[in-house]
Structures are given as structure tokens and as C-alpha cells.
């Protein structure tokens, strides 16, 4: 029986498209081997949001032939989408396929031979219809991500995903109910709707109100028990929209809403589409609705003609939206991108201790979020043991917090109500009831 190996980089969508994937080799009798072992096969699904994801991916497909000289290579996703014939080029390696027609992958290893190399990325600006690349089984888990969403049309500045994954397609409503019953089927009683930019959904369909309605069909599956939102557009939190979102009980009360920026002239040269009062304004109107609700968000230091005025403001005001979590990510010019062609960068040592001090505001406000429970009573869905603390199961609030208590039951896949007593830096200890 043949193996396969899969390396995989980048985000959650990625994740849930080498799952589809593996399952697609499965199907065709391989046995599926961590990366690290000698494999007939290693498919490597790639990022290229910042050239250290392009980096990876070579030093891994090097890698992989260094492990099986007579391994055939296939590499996917995001940067061979954009890169096709630089990937194509690099040794080893004999079959690119981009972010469409992953769902032939075994096909193009099957036809594959060591003298011909196979180069199946297409057009990504000329397919239109989404690829319906469905998940049956994930090992080990409690939550699955589901993908919904594919595509992007927002363009902004820095970033080159609109060109790695093309326009936006939308999952038809039916394909999206069928994989959730077939979670829940398997045990599983939380889905994560993911995409490349989810507020789009719908769109492509011309749909008014696609993904309320699609929401509102989700919430109604029997068996499951939560439904949490990968990152969402800020602009998508309208009223209308969080007055039905309120209704759906299943919905988790934690948002990741996108910011970037804490700067209007910043924000503008960013292409987003928003300034920062209406991102205010947005914050308020889900804190009416959800006075509880965890709200995680991303932001960007260093952009180009980012000023030290510029990031103090920022400073200031992701200490006014005191989020729960904040992700911190340093500029890095992207070939293909506007912004990498900005005259005014920002040098190294300034964006490093830009993001350095953003962390600690994190850090800080992360554990102001947690404080607000200690001693509240809340349920908790169980994961696995805990690689902290020997003895604990850990889980996760519908609200995002790392909960862990001592157990010697089995309680993976549980929904249990906790005492939350004592905070730590990552997670919360407590106590089942």
C-alpha cells in the first residue's frame, strides 16, 4: 500500500482543505504518514502570505525529498498559485496545482512520472464556481472547521490573497448542511464556518441576506450544539444583521473582527473600508447585543508611511476597544501588492518595538477579559489532555476561553458546566460542578 505525507502551512482554510484532501487519498487506498516519515507521496499545501511562508515550503519540499529521493512531490495552494513555474522550478518537485482542481490530486499523482512534470494551476481569475472539496472525518477532535467561502474582492493594499485564491465563491446552502449533519453524525457538536473572507458570502449568488439565511439553517441541526465565525469584516455587523444573529442560540460569543489599523490615514492607505469611529460604532452595536462577547482582532504594525503619531493613535485605541485578544503582525512587503511598491517603509527595529509593545497591551487585556469570570459558573466543550498541566482536560467557552480542570473521567467531546477560579497567563483553571 502506497503512503502520503502532508505538510501543511498558513490558515484554518488550509488546514480543512488538506483534510479534504487526505480523505481523497484514502479513498484510493493510500495510508496517510506524519511528514516526518518516508512516504510514496508528500503533498505540501502552501501560504504565501508573507515570503516566510514561501520560505517554508521549499526548505519542507527539500526536505520531504531528501526523506524519499523517489517520492513523487505535489505542491498546492497559495503560493503555487501565484508562483507557479518558480515552484515548478525548484528540484524535486513534480506537480503544481494552485487553489482550484485540488479535488484531482490523486489523479495528478497517478499520472505522474519522474520525466514529465505536471503543471495544473489555472486562471484563479476566471473560475467562478466554488470547489467543493467536502470533509467526512477529522481524527481527534471536538471542533471541525467547515469552509464556506472562497475568494476575495477587497484588494487591500498589502495583501496578495485576492491573487492566490481569485474572486468570491459561495457553498451552495445544501453542500454546507450535508458535511454539518455528517459532523454531528461523527460526534462533533461545534463547527467553525471558515473562508477566505466569510462577510462575502452569498455575494456571488446575489442573494440578499445569504449568510444570515445560511446561519439560520445551520443553527437549526439537530445535535449540534455550537456554530463560532472564523474572521469576519467589520462592515458586515449591521444592524439588521446582529438583530437576527441574536436570535441564533447556537452562535458563540466571540468575534475575530478584522482591524489592521487603529489609524483613518492609515487605514485608508490600506484600502480598508472602514474608519475607525464606524469600526466604533460597530464594537458598541455587538456589545449591545452580546454584552459578554469575546472580541479578538488582528492588527498590522510598520506599515508603509505608518508614523510614530500614526501608532500611538493606534496604541490608544485598542486600549479604548479593550478586545480580548489581539493577533500582532509586523509588515512584510509582498511581491504583487501595492503596498510592497510604498516608497516610505518602516525599518526593522521600529516595527519590532511597535509590535513588542502592542503584545504586552495584548496581554494585558487579554487578562483584564478573563478577570471579568473568575468565579462564574460556565460551560465548557472538552478537547483533550493537557499539554500544560498533567492530570487536566482542557476545553473552550463559547466565549473563546482556555479552560482547564482536573479530570479522571473521559470528558473529550463533553459539554460540561465549570467553576472558573484561578487565572493564569493562557488559560483559566477550574473546576466541574
Known sequence: MKKVAFHTLGCKVNQYETQAMTELFEKADYTVVPDTDVADVYVINTCT????????????????KKNNPDSIIAVVGCYAQTAPKEVLDIEGVNIVVGTNERGKIVEFVEQSNPSEKINAVDDIMQVKEFEELSVQEIKGKTRAFLKIQEGCNQYCAYCIIPYARGPIRSRKISDVLKEVRTLVT?????????????????????????????????????GLERIRLSSLEPTLISEDFIKELVKLEKICQHFHLSLQSGSDSVLKKMNRRYTTDEYRQIVKRIRRYYPNIALTTDIIVGFPGETQDDFETTYRFVEEMAFSDIHVFKFSPRKGTPAADFSDQVNGVEKHHRSEKLIILGNQLKEEYQSRFIGETIEVLFENNSNELVGYVEGLTDNYLKVLVPSDEEIEGAIKRVLLEIPKKDYIIGKLI
Open 49 to 64: 502570505v508573507t515570503n516566510v511562508g514561501d520560505k517554508k515550503s521549499r526548505q519542507f519540499i527539500r526536505r520531504a
Open 186 to 222: 461523527n460526534g462533533f457538536k461545534e463547527v467553525v464556518l471558515t473562508g477566505i473572507h466569510v462577510a462575502s458570502y452569498g455575494k456571488d449568488l446575489k442573494e440578499k441576506d445569504a449568510l444570515i439565511n445560511l446561519l439560520k439553517e445551520v443553527n437549526g441541526v439537530e
